[in-house]
């Protein structure tokens, strides 16, 4: 079956990223849809199988991390990952006009934009008011960790995957995603990438 088959279930979906990452890790790419001809190939319309959430971070490239191309994934990258009404209708565009059957949230190690959102006030005060604000919207994603902050080892990844839950809740109860779960047309999952190592742990 195609890898960009509109008729893909959520389960070969999750299924294609987990070799692709496999292969990734193990540096034996194999670079699938790639290159001038494929671009000509899907010149005329696209049918990703799966749409990924993650963070604007130049080391967090959707399509190297899991070995995909051109036509395969659909990806709405903003720092934190986080999704604002452009982002998330982003997502139902991608499920209902394109057939999308499988939604990933990634969040990853080491993030800037969480580790700017868990700054003193004293510091944030410092940037930019738009930075400002997406720090203050991750800050609103991940109470558990501000709160327990003493008490956790590593609190950028704990707020990380706080970070990310939120995210998925928040893509949940979109009602046309909504309606689409409780079909079992698509499925949401999340993740969190590991930089160090290349592996994509499924949360």
Same mark, same amino acid.
């Given at each position: 079956?195609?890898?960009?088959?509109?008729?893909?279930?959520?389960?070969?979906?999750?299924?294609?990223?987990?070799?692709?990452?496999?292969?990734?890790?193990?540096?034996?790419?194999?670079?699938?849809?790639?290159?001038?001809?494929?671009?000509?190939?899907?010149?005329?319309?696209?049918?990703?199988?799966?749409?990924?959430?993650?963070?604007?971070?130049?080391?967090?490239?959707?399509?190297?991390?899991?070995?995909?191309?051109?036509?395969?994934?659909?990806?709405?990258?903003?720092?934190?990952?986080?999704?604002?009404? #452009? +982002?998330? %209708?982003?997502? =139902?565009?991608?499920?209902?006009?394109?057939?999308? @059957?499988?939604? *990933? /949230?990634?969040?990853?190690?080491?993030?800037?934009?969480?580790?700017?959102?868990?700054?003193?006030?004293?510091?944030?005060?410092?940037?930019?008011?738009?930075?400002?604000?997406?720090?203050?919207?991750?800050?609103?994603?991940?109470?558990?960790?501000?709160?327990?902050?003493?008490?956790?080892?590593?609190?950028?990844?704990?707020?990380?995957?706080?970070?990310?839950?939120?995210?998925?809740?928040?893509?949940?109860?979109?009602?046309?995603?909504?309606?689409? #779960? +409780?079909? %079992?047309?698509? =499925?949401?999952?999340?993740?969190?990438?590991?930089? @160090?190592?290349? *592996? /994509?742990?499924?949360?």
């Amino acid at each position: 079956m195609s890898a960009s088959s509109h008729v893909m279930t959520p389960e070969q979906a999750l299924k294609l990223l987990k070799e692709g990452n496999i292969r990734f890790v193990s540096d034996k790419p194999e670079h699938p849809h790639y290159g001038i001809c494929r671009s000509f190939e899907v010149a005329g319309g696209q049918h990703p199988f799966a749409a990924v959430v993650t963070c604007s971070d130049s080391r967090v490239p959707p399509e190297i991390i899991f070995d995909r191309g051109i036509g395969d994934l659909f990806v709405v990258r903003v720092g934190g990952n986080v999704l604002e009404p #452009a +982002g998330l %209708g982003s997502l =139902v565009y991608a499920v209902r006009h394109l057939g999308c @059957s499988l939604i *990933v /949230v990634m969040g990853h190690e080491n993030c800037g934009a969480v580790k700017t959102s868990l700054a003193a006030d004293t510091e944030l005060i410092r940037e930019p008011v738009t930075v400002i604000r997406l720090a203050e919207i991750i800050r609103e994603n991940i109470p558990e960790t501000i709160s327990n902050r003493s008490k956790i080892v590593d609190v950028i990844a704990s707020a990380v995957k706080e970070n990310t839950n939120a995210v998925a809740r928040q893509i949940e109860t979109e009602p046309f995603l909504e309606q689409k #779960a +409780g079909e %079992g047309t698509i =499925v949401l999952t999340k993740a969190y990438y590991c930089l @160090s190592t290349g *592996v /994509v742990f499924w949360l």
